[in-house]
């Protein structure tokens, strides 16, 4: 480590030492790791072995990180395929945790920890919390759901290890959630996006200012979530607001985490090797270009995941990032390849639609998409909640918004939209992801 990094490195908890080391050092440790990964799962788990062998390949034909490319990927189905224990490589006596990501259809899906990947996992969440300077003096308020769902332990082990007060409230009892947040002088809240500006907005209700409390940081993440929500957030509750990534296949939260330089996410690459292909062909991309994130654990013992097709689209960002981390970068994650809506021909993003809404001023950022299907044709409709003050304007004030957020929603898509503006508190609440999109083209098709 070289000046201005160790002096930075020094201000965090030890465990963040390797996201200060030259890249090259990284690069090294990542080429043992993956070979040593490939082995083990090629070793004990059939489905991959197989892969491999179709291709002719074995743990020996990677000789350098490039050589990744030649690997099988591998995708959600084969979790599902082989549901629930099937791409365990460790006997279950090593097994101390399993996790369970639901879908919107089929079976589940089963992730396995042994003890040493838990304390991989707690490392980079250690790492992710002190990314966004939260510290041993912090009160952190954990409000991602405990259980199945790895967002809540995830997050508590990483906020204890770093020595930081937790309290394990999980999601759901907004009014406990202020109080408590009021009466321990809670510093930092772990949550998603969409449950924080509920709670914001309860706050406001009960008399209580956020911008009164101690409340300081915010690490938000399980959920797209973009800078116009961003800026909302922090201009309601006056707390900085820090976007974490992660998936249950690969770890859970932990993966993937913002600086203060605000320029995206640092990967833990000594943990995690990213790389970016074409989301149609599957052609590695190179750094720069957007695509999907593939995932390979360096390190994970119970369940080794290589190559994972993640379906989230961003992008590997060049050069340095001002805050001295050598870890490279992913931009936001602003969609998935799987999300798009394809409206009268015309691919639409969810998050497109959030940004144009959040830019006209008057609205709140509650939103819900509502996909329809009249005569064999799609329509859809976008419903906003707006301020209070709006509705008691003048008739014209709604109008005229309305008309505001069509034109933005164009402007963004191309594509005329119907807008339907509704009372706050219209738009049903979610203590962990929100549900954006309501698609109820099947049902009347
Ligand atoms: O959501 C893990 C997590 C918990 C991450 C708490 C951050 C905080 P899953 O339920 O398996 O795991 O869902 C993973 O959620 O593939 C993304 O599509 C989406 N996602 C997670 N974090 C972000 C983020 C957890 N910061 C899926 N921005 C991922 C955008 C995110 N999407």
């Known amino acids: 480590m070289t000046g201005v990094s160790e002096e930075l490195a020094a201000r965090y908890h030890p465990a963040s030492a390797p996201d200060y080391v030259p890249a090259r050092q990284i690069k090294d440790l990542q080429l043992t790791r993956l070979q040593e990964v490939v082995q083990r799962a090629f070793d004990h788990v059939a489905l991959f072995r197989a892969r491999m062998q179709e291709r002719g390949l074995t743990p020996q034909s990677l000789r350098t990180l490039e050589d990744v490319a030649l690997v099988p990927f591998t995708v959600k189905t084969d979790l599902r395929d082989t549901y629930p224990f099937g791409l365990f490589a ?12 639901s879908g919107t259809t089929g079976k589940p899906i089963v992730v396995a920890y042994t003890k040493a990947d838990v304390d991989v996992w707690t490392s980079v969440m250690v790492r992710s919390l002190a990314c966004c300077g939260v510290t ?40 406990r959630q202020l109080m408590l947040m009021r009466d321990f002088n809670v510093t930092a809240i772990c949550c998603t996006p969409s449950y924080f500006m509920h709670l914001v907005d309860r706050a406001a209700e009960m008399g209580m200012n956020l911008r009164e409390l101690p409340l300081r940081v915010g690490v938000f993440g399980a959920e797209p979530w973009t800078d116009s929500m961003r800026r909302h957030i922090e201009a309601e509750s006056g707390i900085e607001a820090y976007d974490i990534y992660g998936l249950s296949e690969i770890i859970g939260p932990g993966v993937a985490m913002e600086c203060p330089g605000r320029s995206g996410l640092h990967v833990f690459e000594d943990h995690f090797y990213p790389e970016i292909v074409n989301p149609d062909t599957g052609e590695p991309l190179p750094e720069g270009a957007e695509g999907e994130l593939v995932l390979t654990t360096l390190s994970k013992a119970a369940m080794p995941m290589i190559r994972y097709r993640t379906r989230d689209i961003t992008t590997l960002l060049p050069g340095a990032c001002p805050c001295g981390r050598t870890l490279r970068r992913i931009r936001r994650i602003g969609r998935r390849s799987d999300d798009m809506m394809i409206i009268r021909g015309i691919n639409v993003f969810p998050s497109q639609i959030e940004s144009a809404l959040l830019d006209v001023e008057g ?21 906003v909640e707006v301020t209070p003050q709006i509705f008691s304007d003048k008739v014209g004030a709604l109008e005229d918004l309305n008309r505001k957020l069509v034109n933005a929603v164009e402007r963004i898509v191309g594509l005329r939209v119907a807008v339907r503006l509704v009372m706050p508190h219209t738009i049903a609440r979610s203590e962990g992801k929100a549900k954006r999109v309501i698609d109820r083209r099947n049902l009347e098709a």
């Open 136 to 175: 041993h003096g912090d009160i952190v308020q954990n409000a991602y759901g405990y259980g199945l769902f790895t967002g809540g332990l995830g997050a508590h082990y990483g906020a204890e290890a770093l020595g930081a007060t937790v309290i394990p409230i999980s999601g759901g009892n907004t009014e």
């Open 90 to 101: 460790s006997p279950m006596s090593e097994i101390v945790r399993l996790h369970v990501s």
């Open 363 to 383: 609205t709140l950022p509650h939103y819900q998409i509502v996909l329809n299907r009249v005569s064999g044709l799609d329509e859809m409709e976008v419903q």
